[in-house]
Nanobody, 115 residues
Framework: QVQLVESGGGLVQPGGSLRLSCAAS????????MGWYRQASGKERELVAV??????TYVDSVKERFTISRDNAKNTVYLQMNSLKPEDTAVYYC??????????WGKGTLVTVSS
């Protein structure tokens, strides 16, 4: 069974950093694309960062602050988040299209940026 499990969320002060992890139950080579979305309270879910055919793409609001990466040996995708702002507060979801066809979502991890 294909599963994506996020971890690493929490409470952080503005300007701080967090690293989110997304562990896949199968080889992550089988996912393309694979990335992170977020949904803030009262807002629509938005794409934050994605790896598609080895190309990394970011939403403008996180460029130069967030980095998406993957560790193929651990079947894990990461989202390194630096210089966090209150507006980054959201539930972050891992997403991947298995075999380029079937879309899977994790259950999400909450990131709260507040002093």
């Amino acid at each position: 069974q294909v599963q994506l499990v996020e971890s690493g969320g929490g409470l952080v002060q503005p300007g701080g950093s967090l690293r989110l992890s997304c562990a896949a139950s199968v080889n992550i080579f089988s996912f393309n694309p694979m990335g992170w979305y977020r949904q803030a309270s009262g807002k629509e879910r938005e794409l934050v960062a994605v790896i598609r055919n080895s190309v990394r793409t970011y939403v403008d609001s996180v460029k130069e602050r967030f980095t998406i990466s993957r560790d193929n040996a651990k079947n894990t995708v990461y989202l390194q988040m630096n210089s966090l702002k209150p507006e980054d507060t959201a539930v972050y979801y891992c997403n991947g299209r298995h075999g380029g066809v079937t879309e899977y979502w994790g259950k999400g991890t909450l990131v709260t940026v507040s002093s």
